[in-house]
């Protein structure tokens, strides 16, 4: 029986500000528990919310980045529930009527482009941490975190499998890094998902019974999730069962999900607006102000990167995978070494630096090669200078810390024989001592051409060049 697995994605995304939503408290991460807890983010009785208005404005560039519609009013609710780190007893949140509504987000899954609608994006506060790991018996409470700018992202039900919700959180996770709203950080909570997983018979149109996981703050974790509870939830299903609505929580040790609780519906928060928040009201001016403050989007630039250099669609999808990996990409055709194409620089920024980023883990802001150096040891690549192997020996070393290409191709050596003459003299030599190769080729077998060129280069120690070797190789045996 073929399933088909549907996720819906809720995202938290931290907001960068330097207050919390509704305080003057300061919102960092790493103080020590409990000394960034203002009056307001305790509860104490007497104590007012002041939305914070830097919050807001992040919403709206979320909103604009994504064309969802920014509402004129919306208005702030109290989510009601209890837990040991909510002090209030109840969360401000945004129910009814969200600042955001509707949106799309684009992403590539296997060099093919996707979309998903989005619901809403609404601003909320986050609650504190129950700390357990240092007690025993008992739990401790940090409200550090209590009143931490929060915009909740929801999607509709329309990714199909783990594959495809990784690749549309991975694309969320870049545009609120580049619109400059958050610091993506998920190793400090900064960004992390709850993924609404269920499953039905392919060609069922309605949707299964879903089940939440919470809080996945790695995309790792989000794909084994996604798959175990899939299965889950199938094998269940084909063992006759029903689904339970849970919210269920992932062990990263045991790669499995477990229940947590029973999935509460939006009745039983008992929502109602919040008495002490008035609803926030926008205007166009206010819109139009915070939109002429954005930077150039992802897709508009890789529109224009598709137009303007004529590079593929996943090429460029690439290329705009972050701020900073656009910026070098641009910096590096604007070094001033004409022999630099973008398809060049693509190739390279999309291939060997980001297999060597990844091996080590670095952001392009830590890139220990500068975009005039990688241009100038491109350009060496285009000229003829060195060889495509050569280029990833220079790279190496520039990554080690020299940073001038054309130093370190003549410490090694590592100059091509463009020289005609010499190549043609190599050549001469290798024809002639392998008589029995040059009968082979002619009598059409052209693995005997490879093996001739790779005498060359083994003659000229690897630096004769290739193109050239060909051509020359070709023209002697042809005549």
Same mark, same amino acid.
């Given at each position: 029986?073929?399933?088909?697995?549907?996720?819906?994605?809720?995202?938290?995304?931290?907001?960068?500000?330097?207050?919390?939503?509704?305080? *003057? @408290?300061?919102? $960092?991460?790493?103080? +020590?528990?409990?000394?960034? %807890?203002?009056? !307001?983010? #305790?509860?104490?009785?007497?104590?007012?919310?002041?939305?914070?208005?830097?919050?807001?404005?992040?919403?709206?560039?979320?909103?604009?980045?994504?064309?969802?519609?920014?509402?004129?009013?919306?208005?702030?609710?109290?989510?009601?529930?209890?837990?040991?780190?909510?002090?209030?007893?109840?969360?401000?949140?945004?129910?009814?009527?969200?600042?955001?509504?509707?949106?799309?987000?684009?992403?590539?899954?296997?060099?093919?482009?996707?979309?998903?609608?989005?619901?809403?994006?609404?601003?909320?506060?986050?609650?504190?941490?129950?700390?357990?790991?240092?007690?025993?018996?008992?739990?401790?409470?940090?409200?550090?975190?209590?009143?931490?700018?929060?915009?909740?992202?929801?999607?509709?039900?329309?990714?199909? *499998? @783990?594959?495809? $919700?990784?690749?549309? +959180?991975?694309?969320?996770? %870049?545009?609120? !890094?580049? #619109?400059?709203?958050?610091?993506?950080?998920?190793?400090?909570?900064?960004?992390?998902?709850?993924?609404?997983?269920?499953?039905?018979?392919?060609?069922?149109?309605?949707?299964?019974?879903?089940?939440?996981?919470?809080?996945?703050?790695?995309?790792?974790?989000?794909?084994?999730?996604?798959?175990?509870?899939?299965?889950?939830?199938?094998?269940?299903?084909?063992?006759?069962?029903?689904?339970?609505?849970?919210?269920?929580?992932?062990?990263?040790?045991?790669?499995?999900?477990?229940?947590?609780?029973?999935?509460?519906?939006?009745?039983?928060?008992?929502?109602?607006?919040?008495?002490?928040?008035?609803?926030?009201?926008?205007?166009?001016?206010?819109?139009?102000?915070?939109?002429?403050?954005?930077?150039?989007?992802?897709?508009?630039?890789?529109?224009?990167? +598709?137009?303007?250099?004529?590079?593929?669609?996943?090429?460029?999808?690439?290329?705009?995978?972050?701020?900073?990996?656009?910026?070098?990409?641009?910096?590096?055709?604007?070094?001033?070494?004409?022999?630099?194409?973008?398809?060049?620089?693509?190739?390279?920024?999309?291939?060997?630096?980001?297999?060597?980023?990844?091996?080590?883990?670095?952001?392009?802001?830590?890139?220990?090669?500068?975009?005039?150096?990688?241009?100038?040891?491109?350009?060496?690549?285009?000229?003829?200078?060195?060889?495509?192997?050569?280029?990833?020996?220079?790279?190496?070393?520039?990554?080690?810390?020299?940073?001038?290409?054309?130093?370190?191709?003549?410490?090694?050596?590592?100059?091509?024989?463009?020289?005609?003459?010499?190549?043609?003299?190599?050549?001469?030599?290798?024809?002639?001592?392998?008589?029995?190769?040059?009968?082979?080729?002619? +009598?059409?077998?052209?693995?005997?051409?490879?093996?001739?060129?790779?005498?060359?280069?083994?003659?000229?120690?690897?630096?004769?060049?290739?193109?050239?070797?060909?051509?020359?190789?070709?023209?002697?045996?042809?005549?």
């Amino acid at each position: 029986m073929a399933w088909e697995i549907v996720v819906g994605i809720e995202s938290h995304t931290q907001l960068l500000t330097r207050s919390k939503m509704f305080s *003057g @408290a300061a919102n $960092a991460f790493g103080a +020590a528990p409990n000394t960034q %807890a203002s009056a !307001v983010d #305790i509860a104490l009785p007497g104590t007012l919310p002041v939305a914070n208005l830097a919050a807001i404005e992040h919403a709206i560039r979320f909103g604009l980045a994504v064309q969802g519609r920014i509402s004129a009013r919306s208005v702030f609710a109290r989510k009601n529930y209890f837990y040991p780190d909510l002090p209030k007893g109840y969360q401000i949140s945004q129910y009814e009527i969200p600042i955001v509504q509707g949106g799309t987000v684009r992403f590539f899954v296997d060099k093919a482009e996707k979309s998903i609608r989005l619901t809403r994006a609404h601003l909320e506060e986050d609650a504190g941490k129950s700390l357990h790991e240092n007690f025993t018996d008992l739990s401790g409470i940090d409200l550090n975190r209590a009143g931490t700018p929060l915009l909740e992202i929801v999607t509709e039900p329309e990714l199909r *499998g @783990a594959k495809e $919700a990784v690749a549309y +959180a991975r694309a969320l996770h %870049a545009l609120v !890094v580049w #619109i400059g709203i958050c610091d993506g950080n998920m190793q400090e909570g900064s960004f992390r998902c709850d993924a609404n997983v269920s499953v039905r018979k392919i060609g069922d149109e309605e949707l299964g019974t879903r089940c939440e996981i919470k809080n996945l703050n790695s995309f790792r974790f989000m794909e084994q999730a996604i798959e175990f509870e899939a299965r889950r939830q199938i094998e269940i299903l084909q063992d006759g069962g029903s689904i339970e609505q849970q919210t269920r929580l992932y062990d990263a040790d045991r790669n499995e999900t477990r229940p947590m609780r029973s999935k509460e519906d939006a009745q039983d928060y008992r929502y109602f607006p919040d008495p002490d928040l008035l609803p926030l009201v926008i205007t166009e001016a206010d819109i139009e102000r915070i939109g002429a403050s954005m930077p150039e989007l992802p897709e508009q630039k890789r529109k224009r990167y +598709a137009e303007k250099f004529d590079l593929p669609a996943y090429d460029v999808s690439l290329l705009t995978e972050s701020r900073e990996k656009a910026n070098y990409f641009e910096q590096s055709l604007a070094a001033g070494f004409a022999a630099v194409t973008p398809k060049l620089a693509a190739n390279w920024l999309n291939g060997e630096i980001a297999s060597k980023m990844n091996d080590e883990n670095l952001a392009f802001a830590a890139l220990p090669v500068s975009p005039e150096g990688f241009a100038k040891l491109l350009s060496r690549v285009q000229d003829g200078t060195i060889s495509q192997k050569a280029a990833k020996d220079v790279l190496t070393e520039m990554w080690a810390g020299q940073r001038d290409p054309d130093s370190v191709i003549a410490a090694k050596g590592l100059k091509q024989i463009s020289d005609s003459g010499a190549i043609e003299k190599i050549v001469d030599e290798v024809l002639a001592a392998n008589a029995k190769q040059v009968e082979d080729y002619r +009598a059409g077998k052209e693995k005997a051409f490879n093996s001739l060129v790779g005498q060359v280069m083994k003659r000229s120690q690897g630096k004769a060049n290739p193109a050239q070797v060909n051509e020359t190789m070709r023209r002697k045996l042809a005549g």
